[in-house]
């Protein structure tokens, strides 16, 4: 379904809006974006997301035919995994509702005591390897990888080329750009390009898609920045540094290696910090580990405590759905593009 007849009402009412809401001094406005004109908006966005994972599908589905013609019957893992895998793996969040810039750097009071900001868990000299085998698209137990090596190899030179292989080879010389797709690769990227128009099918996302520095601007409000120093000021008092915000962000991590004497901060002396280690630092694990623990706790309920964690989502969302309101036209464009490229890409599976 088009969202141009949706967006008439929206852009109509919403274009004055906007207009008001981005001229706020210091990031901020009295006035609340209308959730009734943002949700046509977000819709359009989890609409547009779900198409881009069925545009996925549809091009995997006409690779797995194009290999399946050249005789092989078992499949590469990334072409039959599921095709919305790539927004968990992307680290994809909608547009309004997505965690705000710093949050992630600050844990609740149940994630501090279960890892404090995360250093301990990494030097722990008991900690298990991390089971990654299924890392980077590989799981030794999918059918494709219990393949003969053979098997595979043939597979790869059918699904891609043999000049292009060479060239991303370990030791490979693509003497600059790297040479076109071959193979299935290289037939099905001229048909979805022919159909669709656009190079391989793919659109661009619109820039408020992404945490600009203009998004980080109109986050930063003085209602944020007041919040921020109460935390600040809170975590000061229960004995460590006033922490600064940068970009977004704010450093625990790099504090919280302080404590351990096994830690990259005492055998590497080319990095300054804005702070001291805590006072007795550092210790060996078994000490410095509850310590950590006791750090990031008193770092998540200061940020309850001073709302701060409350506040960085309710102005994050403001300036999203300011965002949104905005930059409308091009997501209903990105949205009607998706939509088309959709459709002529889904018509090559009946030819």
């Given amino acids: 379904m088009s969202f141009s007849t949706r967006r008439v009402g929206v852009l109509a009412a919403g274009a004055l809006t906007a207009g008001v809401l981005l001229t706020g ?31 996925r599908g549809v091009i995997s589905r006409l690779m797995i035919d194009c290999l399946t013609d ?32 710093g949050s992630r750097d600050i844990p609740t009071v ?102 600009s520095d203009a998004h980080l601007a109109e986050f930063e409000s003085e209602t944020l920045l007041s919040a921020r120093n109460a935390w600040s000021s809170c975590v000061e008092d229960r004995g460590h540094p006033y ?31 804005p702070f001291d280690p805590p006072t007795g630092a550092p210790w060996e694990f078994d000490e410095a580990y509850p310590k950590e623990i006791a750090f990031a706790v008193d770092v998540a309920e200061c940020a309850d405590d001073s709302g701060l964690r409350e506040t960085m989502t309710t102005e994050w969302n403001r300036t999203m759905s300011q965002a949104a309101m905005a930059h409308q036209e091009a997501i209903f464009a990105w949205h009607d593009s998706l939509e088309e490229a959709l459709e002529a890409v889904q018509s090559l599976l009946t030819e």
């Fill in 70 to 101: 050249a005789g092989f019957d078992v499949h590469a893992p990334d072409l039959t995994g599921d095709p919305d895998a790539w927004m968990a793996e992307e680290g994809f969040e909608p547009l309004v509702g997505s965690d705000p810039p």
């Fill in 243 to 273: 922490f600064e915000f940068s970009r977004g962000s704010v450093d625990l991590w790099n504090y919280g290696q302080m404590f351990y004497k096994d830690s990259s901060y005492y055998s590497d002396s080319s990095e300054s910090y």
């Fill in 110 to 211: 149940a994630e501090a005591e279960e890892r404090g900001v995360y250093v301990g868990l990494t030097l722990d000299p008991d900690r298990e390897p991390d089971d990654d085998d299924g890392a980077w698209g590989y799981d030794p137990n999918d059918p494709f990888f219990a393949m003969p090596l053979e098997y595979q190899e043939e597979y790869q030179l059918a699904r891609y080329g043999e000049e292009y292989l060479e060239a991303i080879a370990p030791g490979g010389d693509p003497g600059g750009e790297l040479p076109v797709e071959g193979g299935c690769s290289g037939e099905v990227n001229v048909a979805v390009t022919e159909a669709t128009g656009l190079e391989n099918g793919k659109i661009e996302w619109p820039e408020v898609m992404g945490h």
């Fill in 25 to 55: 001094c210091g990031g901020e406005s009295d006035d609340a974006v209308d959730p009734g004109e943002i949700a046509p908006i977000t819709e359009a966005v989890d609409d547009a997301i779900q198409m881009e994972s069925q545009l």
